[in-house]
């Protein structure tokens, strides 16, 4: 059994995706600044490091596996990014990537983005746009249900909105099914806008009326505005720089088994060898976690497991600008489950970030599976690229074969937040009162993106030394 030195204090992080590699580096940061020595390990089952997180650079154009951006509006991502030296690095989206499309009908429709714009737009019928403006006069639900995000959508805005503007735009984010989703869980600032104000009409006039008086910018239902930013060299150069600070730490083709609680101490089990920590956190997906902590809290264990994932596919499509029948000059296009094309989207990604391509070239990145299409997980690779340029075709117009495709598949992609998820946390938080020095952070528990990694491991790093100083 490896002790490491007995004044040193033993962290291990379990996973180097950008939940891992982040609370690392920042427990190594803390430390450093407390003037408190530490014995870090990062064990990574894989091969590599970076998880989802990371790019491929194949002639001339940036694949990404997983996330091709993040929001300028969580402080602690642009904490994290400032403290790797790595602001110089960042860029930011083009301004025509506010312009975003829905398929409809049979044809993109520029997505309206103001009240104004929604009157005039043709993706509704007028009865829907009437139906959303009696918004503010529904009275606001009383009860603390854990109520699903379509239930909120057609309860407060209508059936028509809700399928053909809410429905694609929550598939973009979490490739999740509105029914399933719980509104607590994915979109807590709309709970509070319905409690606080009395709906989102209301909210949105008391915010502009406040702002308007403070001399600032109201923000949407969803928060203050906020500009997408991705690094030179794609996301990846984040997990990439935070695993060279974070160096000979990294033990990759590390699986562990088990952590188990003995005399004060951590043990965690690999195949290979046994550690013994003061410090363990778990950042690999909730399903990985339940095995670990099965002989700790079969509770926890059973909570964890009850958090699905639903399957995603990510296929990188190049094709020469004469093959685009639509200029395609904006973010990408979402497509309504009710329109029958099994994509959930395109993202243009030229155009969001110019620079992605080569000259006189597109990379349409498109999204496929979701918890719609939990199918798409057993279709070949091959079956899989037909689909992506059928849709391609149908949808935005582009025509012949592209001159080459990258496919990343992850069979378990996103984690579904769906009705019960915060009750399901609420019983890693319990645990991790009863046990400290244990932690569980990542994508599944408190938000998906980069930006609710981000703040997690700034959490889990300021809780993992603050009971552990000599």
Request: charged share 25%.
């Amino acid at each position: 059994m490896s002790n490491g030195k007995e004044n040193l204090l033993s962290v291990v992080v379990v996973g180097a995706g950008v939940a891992g590699l982040s609370t690392a580096w920042l427990i190594s940061e803390s430390a450093r600044k407390m003037g408190r020595q530490i014995h870090l390990r990062v064990l990574e089952a894989g091969t590599r490091h970076g998880g989802a997180t990371r790019t491929d650079l194949i002639e001339g154009y940036l694949c990404e596996w997983g996330p091709n951006g993040f929001l300028d509006n969580e402080p602690a991502t642009l904490d994290l990014i400032k403290s790797l030296g790595l602001e110089s690095e960042l860029v930011r989206a083009s301004d025509a990537s506010s312009r975003r499309y829905i398929y409809h009908t049979g044809k993109m429709h520029e997505m309206p983005m103001t009240p104004p714009t929604f009157l005039k737009s043709d993706i509704v019928p007028l009865s829907a746009k009437l139906r959303m403006v009696l918004e503010i006069l529904i009275p606001s639900r009383k009860d603390d249900v854990d109520e699903t995000v379509r239930s909120f959508g057609e309860r407060r805005l209508g059936k028509s909105f809700t399928n053909y503007l809410l429905d694609p735009m929550i598939s973009g984010i979490f490739a999740g099914n509105i029914g399933e989703l719980s509104l607590k869980a994915v979109f807590p600032k709309m709970v509070e806008m319905e409690s606080e104000y009395g709906g989102l009409f209301r909210a949105l006039i008391a915010k502009q009326r406040a702002a308007r008086k403070k001399g600032v910018k109201a923000g949407g239902p969803a928060g203050p505005g906020a500009t997408l930013h991705t690094f030179r060299h794609g996301m990846g150069q984040l997990t990439d720089e935070l695993a060279r600070r974070v160096g000979a730490s990294i033990r990759l083709e590390f699986e562990v088994k088990s952590v188990e609680r003995f005399e004060g101490k951590f043990i965690v089990r690999t195949d290979g060898e046994t550690f013994t920590a003061d410090v363990v956190v778990l950042a690999i997906p909730s399903y990985a976690a339940a095995e670990v902590v099965q002989s700790i809290s079969p509770l926890v264990a059973e909570a964890l497991r009850d958090i699905p994932y639903a399957p995603v596919d990510v296929i990188c499509n190049w094709y020469a600008e004469g093959q685009l029948s639509d200029p395609l000059n904006g973010f990408g296009v979402l497509i309504p489950r009710s329109e029958g094309v099994r994509s959930l989207g395109a993202l243009w990604s030229d155009r969001i970030f110019p620079g992605q391509a080569p000259a006189g070239k597109r990379l349409l990145r498109s999204i496929i599976g979701g918890a719609h299409d939990y199918k798409i997980a057993g279709l070949s690779e091959d079956k899989l690229n037909g689909i992506s340029r059928s849709d391609n075709a149908k949808v935005m117009g582009v025509n012949g074969a592209p001159e080459f495709s990258k496919t990343f598949r992850h069979a378990r992609g996103i984690a579904q937040y769906n009705v019960g998820h915060l009750d399901r946390v609420a019983k890693l938080d319990k645990l991790e009162q009863e046990l400290p020095g244990l932690f569980f952070t990542g994508a599944a528990y408190r938000g998906v993106s980069v930006n609710g990694i981000a703040k997690d491991a700034y959490r889990v790093a300021s809780l993992a030394l603050k009971d552990q100083v000599s």
